[in-house]
């Protein structure tokens, strides 16, 4: 159980467009959803927290008009890299989590999606 | 503020050897978790453990075992009799009780294990 996807898995873009990335929780309602970045040969950062129904919250020095994250259903995040530009290519992963629950299981607080690699050319 | 430091970038062992990866965490918090977690090649995230603040016990997964301090504020993982499919980036991670399960990773330990 706890299972989650992302899509696409990989994407090339040209710099100026704009890509969204999804992420599902499969078999489980998501509460609480987490993006990360990850850069080559690097640790992973979070950018945003993403709770169902409202705004996402934003870690300092990451740009809310360049990464949209919409939270709209307990299963399905989006986040959408607007006017990409080859500084943007990265590693996107995203986490779930169903609360409290989960955590007092003893398993791990959140489940991580595959990751999806972006490259803006 | 919160932060998790992982000294060692790289670590080369030859298969078979013991290896221990290092993590000191720093945090003001009482209630906390802190995790370990492998990334393949593949780079999806494999969970291999959560402890909780308040249980210090050691713990034993087979060739996986980790040391738990909070006087020194260190989770130490111990790998035994090392394979090569061991080879990985292995993160620490920090989580915050009253912080939603927002992490906090180190920044890594590349592991290669030859044969």
């Known amino acids: 159980g706890a299972v989650v996807s992302q899509h696409p898995s990989w994407v090339i873009c040209k710099s100026g467009t704009s890509v969204k990335i999804e992420c599902r929780s499969l078999d489980f309602q998501a509460t609480t959803m987490f993006w990360y970045r990850q850069f080559p040969k690097q640790s992973l950062m979070l950018m945003a927290t993403?709770?169902?129904?409202?705004?996402?919250?934003?870690e300092q020095g990451v740009e809310k008009d360049k990464f949209l994250i919409n939270h709209a259903s307990l299963t399905l995040s989006t986040l959408t890299v607007t006017s990409a530009h080859p500084e943007d290519s990265s590693f996107y992963i995203c986490s779930a989590t169903s609360g409290l629950a989960v955590t007092m299981s003893g398993r791990s607080a959140q489940f991580f999606g595959p990751g999806t690699r972006l490259t803006v050319l | 503020a919160q932060k998790v430091t992982q000294a060692q970038t790289e670590i080369s062992v030859v298969e078979k050897e013991d290896v221990t990866l290092d993590c000191v965490y720093e945090t003001r918090d009482t209630t906390y978790y802190l995790f370990w977690y492998k990334q393949p090649p593949s780079g999806e995230l494999v969970f291999l453990i959560r402890?909780?603040?308040?249980?210090?016990q050691n713990e034993i997964s087979g060739r996986y075992s980790w040391n738990f301090q909070k006087s020194t504020s260190s989770f130490n993982f111990t790998i035994t009799a090392s394979q090569v499919v061991d080879s990985a980036v292995y993160f620490c991670a920090l989580s915050l009780y009253n912080q939603g399960g927002k992490l906090i990773f180190g920044q890594g330990t590349e592991l290669s294990v030859k044969p």
């Open positions: 993403s709770n169902e129904g409202s705004k996402a919250t934003y």
């Open positions: 402890r909780n603040s308040f249980d210090e």
